[in-house]
């Protein structure tokens, strides 16, 4: 089992930046993938971006060039920087990770990101 703790989600101005940060504990393997996704109103779940273990990143189109994604492997947290950030950026986000070679994905509580125009 893997339990995951978000924190940093809240009402931001267009324009304006969030960090949201996501703590993994349990039964964390060495080679595993941390992420977020994101689920607007009436929409389905999204990929925003993710990262494995040994740093390689993949972003959503839509956040390329505003979003980043990082992680501190000694703490089992990932995070992501949003900037620029625009009101179809609004939705629920939640962090996911996934020990590599594994089937389950576990997932936070989620956490909403508000963007007011």
């Known amino acids: 089992q893997v339990q995951l703790v978000e924190s940093g989600g809240g009402l931001v101005q267009a324009g304006g930046s969030l960090r949201l940060s996501c703590a993994a504990s349990?039964?964390?393997?060495?080679?595993?993938?941390m992420g977020w996704y994101r689920q607007a109103p009436g929409k389905q779940r999204e990929l925003v971006a993710g990262?494995?273990?040994?740093?390689?990143?993949n972003y959503a189109d839509a956040v390329k060039g505003r979003f980043t994604i990082s992680r501190d492997n000694a703490k089992n947290t990932v995070y992501l920087q949003m900037n620029s950030l625009k009101p179809e950026d609004t939705a629920i986000y939640y962090c996911n990770f996934h020990n590599t070679f594994t089937p389950r994905d576990y997932w936070g509580q989620g956490t909403q990101v508000t963007v007011s125009s």
């Open positions: 349990g039964s964390i393997f060495s080679l595993n993938t």
């Open positions: 990262i494995t273990s040994g740093g390689i990143t």
